[in-house]
């Protein structure tokens, strides 16, 4: 089990650095230029709490000096033979080898019990982080979605894509009271808390994509007591 990192995912694909989606990060050449000839999947990030702070860095077109504040976690060896701990180890004898101190392995603890994985998840939100990732340490690599490997958090978090607005009334007169958005199946709802007052003044656009955690669905399909998290831009 690791903690869950709140950056933005980065794949490496040996010659290029691409977000989730397949766009191009630019980082800077010194970032880049002595990563492995093989595939990394991790997070750029910097320290808990920070993701903003991230994403600007992070997503600029014109790479700057604050990517020294940046370093590449990996939490993941694409496509490279072995069992996780194997794929794991490639990775950091590459980084050891190299000495790339922006490269680090996200720890790694060894989860015996479901008490033991309590504990470090309070642990962790205690210290200011969001979850951790548990996985089946020897499972093969294997592309898109598995039991093998699973999110625990106290919340869930999901995305949506801004399609309007609800005015607010009392003390949010003249302001956003409430965004409206919707899932990719197509389910609209409204999200009205977690939302900083300058945010209301100047909330999201329409068509960018917003991140909010929730606690289950309705009958409906609608996240239960939705609350905005942040804009993500990646």
């Known amino acids: 089990m690791s903690e869950k990192l709140d950056g933005i995912r980065a794949f490496w694909d040996g010659k290029m650095l691409q977000t989730r989606k397949g766009k191009e990060i630019h980082a800077p050449e010194w970032f880049v230029e002595n990563l492995p000839p093989f595939a ?15 994403q600007s860095i992070v997503v600029d077109d014109k790479p700057g000096e604050k990517w020294k504040e ?5 939490f993941e060896v694409p496509f490279s033979e072995g069992n996780f701990t194997t794929r794991i180890e490639k990775a950091q004898n590459y980084i050891s080898a190299n000495k790339l101190s922006h490269l680090k392995i996200i720890e790694q603890k ?8 309590d504990a470090y998840l309070q642990q ?15 499972k093969y690599y294997f592309e898109g979605r598995s039991d093998s490997i699973l999110k625990v958090k ?5 995305e949506a894509e801004v399609i309007g607005y ?10 956003m009271g ?6 990719e199946n ?8 977690g939302f900083s007052d300058a945010l209301r003044k100047n909330p999201p656009k329409i068509g960018e994509t917003v991140t909010f955690k929730y606690y289950g669905f309705t009958k409906y399909g609608k996240p239960k007591f939705a609350s905005f998290m942040r804009v993500r831009k990646d």
């Open 154 to 158: 106290e919340s869930q978090d999901m």
């Open 70 to 74: 940046i370093s590449y976690m990996i």
């Open 124 to 138: 962790v939100i205690k210290n200011g982080g969001e979850g951790v990732m548990i996985k089946d340490a020897f």
């Open 110 to 117: 060894v989860c015996s019990s479901q008490t033991q994985l």
């Open 178 to 183: 409430s965004l409206r958005v919707q899932l």
């Open 40 to 54: 990394l999947d991790g997070e750029l990030w910097s320290k808990r709490s920070d993701f903003e702070n991230i």
């Open 186 to 193: 197509g389910v609209e709802f409204f999200i009205g808390s």
């Open 166 to 175: 609800k005015a607010g009334t009392g003390k949010y007169k003249e302001m």
